[in-house]
């Protein structure tokens, strides 16, 4: 088995639908698994069984976050990636298979992350520097658009790197992410300890920790119908929007858990120059 790819959902059993029906016509040309967790017990994982009988469905019957989801499915893949992917995005046919083939060639890879953009063809950005604490608020609120928030902002997406070339990244976002059977063997799955958000950050930097790279592969493209629905659009909403306080309570664990670590695992970035030329930046 080559690829086992996980998702979990709650409550978007359309999303489901189309990222399902886009796997089918993929017609991948490796072998693979699909296993779904469905976290929100509306039927999803019925209809699943129904129409698409070759996915496994993990029904836990309650919403376990998304860690503790993912590691159910985990610790039943078989494949030798696992492939973390949201129910919003959209697997074009040969695009995963650019994405192994780079897994492959790169053993001292341990996680990869393909080009993530929006249906209109806006690169989203999802391969990061470690944050420093001030990068929530900065990321989520209007303080981002004050002149320093805009340096650190800058800074922390990696705009300072081509991301039309293949590079290292100290972090990737969990919404696509191909991960080493080997690396889960050596470091385990997510930290439960996480019920969503920064769980993507915290298990990047435990790969760095543990001796691989994570690497940013832009030549293979997927489609991400994504939705922040964690940013503060008014000051009531860290009460009032459930999502915001979870990502504030992850925030936190996170800069607790690495708060006498080293800022940076992942400096310098390697970046591919063509033809088997690499640079490295700090």
Not at 249 to 257: G, H, T
Request: net charge neutral; charged share 25%; with cysteine.
């Amino acid at each position: 088995m080559k690829v086992s790819f996980i998702t979990v959902c709650y409550r978007t059993p359309n999303l489901v639908r189309l990222l399902l029906r886009g796997i089918e016509e993929a017609r991948f040309a490796f072998p693979f698994e699909y296993i779904l967790v469905d976290n929100g017990g509306d039927g999803t994982a019925d209809m699943v069984r129904e129409r698409f009988p070759w996915v496994t469905v993990i029904d836990p019957g309650a919403n376990l976050g998304f860690a503790k989801a993912n590691n159910l499915a985990i610790a039943q893949a078989k494949g030798e990636y696992v492939m973390l992917t949201n129910p919003d995005l959209t697997v074009f046919a040969g695009e995963m298979e650019k994405l192994i083939a780079t897994a492959d060639a790169l053993p001292e890879s341990g996680v990869f992350a393909p080009w993530i953009e929006s249906p209109n063809g806006t690169r989203q950005e999802n391969c990061v520097r470690f944050p420093h604490v001030l990068i929530p608020a900065y990321q989520r609120t209007i303080l981002g658009r004050l002149p320093w928030g805009k340096r650190a902002l800058h800074a922390y997406h990696m705009r300072d790197v081509d991301h039309t070339l293949l590079h290292d990244a100290d972090s990737v976002y969990g919404a696509a992410m191909l991960i080493r059977q080997d690396v889960i063997r050596k470091i385990g799955g997510l930290d439960e300890r996480f019920f969503m958000y920064y769980e993507d950050v915290d298990f990047c930097r435990r790969v760095w920790e543990a001796g691989w790279k994570v690497t940013f592969v832009p030549h293979a493209r997927f489609v991400h119908y994504h939705q922040r629905e964690s940013l503060i659009r008014a000051p009531w909403e860290i009460v009032t929007n459930r999502l915001v306080r979870i990502h504030i309570a992850s925030a936190v664990r996170y800069f607790m858990k690495y708060a006498r670590a080293p800022k940076e695992y992942g400096a310098p970035v390697r970046v591919e120059q063509g033809h088997g030329q690499e640079q490295e930046t700090n």
